[in-house]
């Protein structure tokens, strides 16, 4: 393997800055999809005093999580050693930060008070989660921005491996602190699981990785540029895990949940009679999300080509997004039970299942939130030395021979 | 050196300036501090006292909704005619046994537990329990995340959806925050009932009692003592103020 050299994202100016203008015009839809629910009041989305959390959670939980994963490629090649994942790193670190700025973004912009910021960094109440989860977000940033550090300044180099170490502990405290936000709440039946915090970690690897995959293909494969078979099928390979591993933890999540009389109706509503949810669940969460891709990826080893790979990432998103809102909507759906064993009414949607269907403008804040990480990481990449130079074999394969 | 007049006059223009300003700046919160301090001679929140509501199920009917016209007269809470983003305070509930089909019919609100897991999930402590039980939340530092509403097993919080109109002074409202019921703590304070228990016994039949849980001489106290109340998910430990008999 030779050394790494690293470049900036090369490309002719006015590909470039057109391609950056598609990204700031769909962050301009963002915020003003912010500015629109603000200025008339929430009630101009789907959500409601039912369904309170709606569309722009699904996009930020999903911007945060995958944050999280994708630093997980710069862990791989310096806390656990992977030479072939070296060269990523510095991309990985970055991809990290873009995504959960986005994320938060999202987050953030639904406020019913955005203007109230500076009221959420000034005023902690340390038994919330969600307090927590602001230290672990912009420390998660700092010690990815400290990572990135020790990766991109040679004299920082000594301290990479401790750096790498000390993200890959936050992220993982990340991730469970994502996941507590719903594991934390004993009033919802679909939640109140301390599974959901090593599911979200689950979740996070994959649809991290897929992201970069997919970020990977477009700079590389997209530009012409060489990208060894060796990292796509590695990376396939890895995927495939990712996968599995989410699989396995929703797997337990509902057997869990079904085993406890008290939570059959909840678990009837998701698996069977639930309409959208049930469906997005066995069609886009297990089929889309989990099975089909496995089956792309579990295969002959030398079938995994950059685009069955790039293909899965995408399955893997669609699946990924499709989970997040199962989770997060399809949890606020099932209504809570006041009365075990009584059938409830009343003018407030007592007793019955919570229909949501998202604005266009959540959609839109959603999506905003995906093109300001898309925004930061061209800029980024324009402007400083994030990517290797060379993705063939010669660099990425340690078993390679010259 | 000698001072020449102009200076001397400009000295003095500027110490009477300094000090009409800072009159200027001080007096407004020297009065509302003698406002706060005159409010404050009413009794102060003490934990000696816990608010407490029993709701008698049998003589509640369906038909009755006084408590919940008069928590909306009593906090100006208008409606824009969209049921589903409109904030309610207290609701009727309507139960039926899925065993015998016994109906029943009961107010449901804010059940000021005092193990309140809206408190605990809210990130800037806006959500609060004051020493006497009643559970509030601080208009000025709600961000409006609405984690509490996911929190609460009770559905007993609103968000405010849109701009409010007709509020009242003492039942601030504001677009982008969380809303619940207060126990009409501005009524409590000055020795009051809650607006739903004073409607329940002058419009409606008298299901509602509210009083002090740690008095054992209050009415509230001496019927939970005599026919028992039960906790609504008294399952998940978190000891609701408001109670019910006849469930």
């Known amino acids: 393997m030779k050394p790494i050299t690293y470049t900036r994202l090369q490309m002719p100016s006015a590909t470039y800055f057109s391609r950056l203008a598609v990204a700031l015009g769909v962050v301009a839809v963002g915020l003003g999809s912010a500015w629109y629910m603000e200025h008339n009041g929430h009630w101009v989305t789907g959500m409601d005093n039912?369904?309170?959390?709606?569309?722009?959670?699904?996009?930020?939980?999903?911007?945060?999580?995958?944050?999280?994963?994708?630093?997980?490629?710069?862990?791989?090649g310096t806390v656990f050693g992977r030479t072939t994942y070296k060269p990523l790193g510095r991309m990985s670190g970055l991809l990290a930060i873009a995504l959960l700025i986005g994320g938060l973004s999202v987050l953030m912009l639904d406020l019913g008070r955005p203007d109230r910021l500076i009221v959420a960094m000034t005023h902690y109440n340390f038994s919330s989660i969600f307090a927590w989860n602001i230290f672990l977000y912009t420390g998660f940033m700092a010690v990815s921005g400290l990572y990135l550090w020790t990766m991109m300044d040679r004299p920082m180099n000594r301290f990479n491996k401790a750096a790498g170490l000390l993200a890959f502990v936050w992220r993982l405290g990340l991730?469970?602190?994502?996941g507590l936000i719903f594991g934390f709440l004993i009033a919802r039946e679909a939640f109140d699981a301390a599974v959901l915090a090593p599911l979200f970690?689950?979740?996070?690897?994959?649809?991290?990785?897929?992201?970069?995959v997919l970020v990977l293909a477009v700079l590389y494969d997209g530009a012409g540029r060489p990208m060894a078979g060796y990292l796509v099928r590695r990376m396939g390979r890895l995927l495939a895990i990712f996968v599995a591993a989410v699989q396995y933890f929703v797997l337990v999540q509902h057997l869990t949940s079904l085993y406890a009389a008290e939570h059959a109706g909840v678990e009837r509503f998701i698996l069977i009679e639930g309409g959208a949810i049930t469906a997005l669940f066995w069609i886009g969460q297990v089929i889309v999300g989990g099975?089909?891709?496995?089956?792309?990826?579990?295969?002959?080893k030398d079938n995994l080509t950059l685009p069955r790979v790039g293909t899965a990432a995408v399955l893997v998103i669609v699946g990924g997004l499709a989970q997040v809102y199962v989770i997060i909507i399809g949890g606020q759906a099932y209504p809570l039970e006041l009365f075990p064993g009584m059938t409830e009414t009343s003018t407030f949607f007592d007793g019955v299942m919570h229909t949501y269907s998202p604005s266009i403008a959540e959609i839109g804040l959603g999506l905003g939130g995906c093109a300001i990480a898309a925004t930061i990481t061209m800029i980024a990449m324009r402007m400083l030395d994030f990517l290797p130079a060379d993705l063939s074999d010669k660099t990425v394969n340690p078993h390679h021979k010259s | 050196m000698t001072e020449c007049p102009t200076s001397s006059s400009r000295r003095q223009f500027l110490n009477a300036?300094?000090?009409?300003?800072?009159?200027?700046?001080?007096?407004?919160g020297v009065t509302l501090h003698g406002i706060s301090e005159a409010k404050a001679g009413l009794p102060r929140v003490s934990s000696k006292v816990r608010w407490g509501l029993l709701v008698d199920a049998n003589k509640c009917t369906a038909e009755c909704t006084a408590c919940v016209s008069a928590c909306k007269i009593e906090h100006g809470l208008e409606g824009h005619g969209r049921v589903k983003t409109d904030a309610q305070w207290i609701r009727k509930v309507e139960l039926r046994d899925r065993g015998s089909g016994r109906t029943q019919s009961l107010p449901v609100m804010c059940q000021h537990c005092d193990e309140p897991p809206c408190v605990d999930v809210c990130p800037t402590g806006a959500s609060f329990k004051r020493a006497d039980g009643i559970v509030l939340v601080d208009k000025h530092t709600?961000?409006?995340?609405?984690?509490?509403?996911?929190?609460?097993?009770?559905?007993?919080?609103?968000?405010?959806h849109e701009v409010t109109t007709g509020q009242k002074s003492h039942s601030p409202r504001g677009k982008g925050t969380v809303e619940s019921c207060t126990f009409c703590v501005h009524r409590?304070?000055?020795?009051?009932?809650?607006?739903?228990?004073?409607?329940?016994?002058?419009?409606?039949?008298g299901a509602m009692t509210f009083g002090d849980l740690k008095d054992p001489n209050s009415d509230i106290s001496k019927k939970l003592v005599a026919h028992g109340g039960v906790r609504i998910r008294g399952d998940l430990g978190l000891d609701p103020g408001v109670r019910y008999q006849g469930v």
């Open chain 1, 50 to 76: 039912q369904t309170v959390w709606g569309m722009p959670h699904v996009f930020a939980v999903f911007l945060i999580v995958a944050a999280s994963g994708a630093l997980n490629i710069a862990s791989i």
């Open chain 1, 175 to 178: 991730t469970t602190g994502t």
């Open chain 1, 201 to 212: 970690i689950a979740m996070s690897f994959a649809f991290g990785l897929a992201i970069f």
């Open chain 1, 291 to 300: 099975l089909i891709p496995l089956i792309m990826l579990l295969g002959n």
């Open chain 2, 17 to 28: 300036a300094s000090v009409l300003g800072a009159g200027m700046v001080i007096a407004p």
């Open chain 2, 142 to 160: 709600c961000i409006g995340c609405r984690y509490c509403m996911m929190a609460c097993p009770y559905k007993a919080r609103s968000f405010v």
């Open chain 2, 188 to 205: 409590v304070d000055v020795g009051r009932q809650p607006a739903c228990v004073e409607a329940c016994h002058k419009d409606g039949k």
